[in-house]
């Protein structure tokens, strides 16, 4: 039986748009217990910052908490479609060595897949999987 990227990604994700301070996607990572947000411009989805790229593009490199998020971004985007099967987007996160994928359906954002969720579908009882699927620690 073929999985695919729609049965374990985490659907409607949280957006901001470019032009949003970084002090407030930090702040919106941490009141959604998330580490990833989508930047969107007209429903399109146009970026993607981690908690990691907050901390070294702008942080580390001295820019101030009103620096918009578009100045923190991933510069290469890589996305999958619903129907993706699972094994292509694992593929796909280890040839461009990245954790998470938006999940896109015409260039608008529905949804996250990570690694974490890929780990606890094919091994649930991995160390990997049981981090993934256990409650945060905040």
Same mark, same amino acid.
């Given at each position: ?5 729609? #049965? ?9 748009? &470019? @032009? !949003?301070? /970084?002090?407030?996607? +930090?702040?919106? *990572? %941490? ?24 901390v070294v ?10 620096t918009p998020?578009? #100045? ?9 479609? &619903? @129907? !993706?099967? /699972?094994?292509?987007? +694992?593929?796909? *996160? %280890? ?44």
């Amino acid at each position: 039986m073929t999985v695919t990227v729609s #049965e374990i990604m985490a659907p409607t994700p949280i957006t901001a748009r &470019p @032009e !949003t301070a /970084i002090e407030e996607v +930090a702040r919106i *990572m %941490r009141d959604e217990d998330i580490g990833t947000v989508l930047i969107t411009a007209d429903a399109e989805l146009i970026g993607l910052v981690t908690d990691r790229d907050l901390v070294v593009r702008t942080l580390a490199a001295g820019l101030g908490p009103q620096t918009p998020v578009r #100045e923190a971004c991933s510069e290469q985007l890589w996305s999958v479609t &619903p @129907e !993706t099967e /699972i094994v292509q987007a +694992a593929d796909l *996160m %280890r040839n461009a060595a990245v954790r998470r994928l938006p999940v896109v359906r015409d260039g608008k954002p529905i949804g996250v897949v990570s690694l974490g969720d890929i780990a606890a579908l094919g091994a649930p009882g991995s160390v990997l999987g049981g981090i993934s699927t256990a409650m945060p620690n905040t």
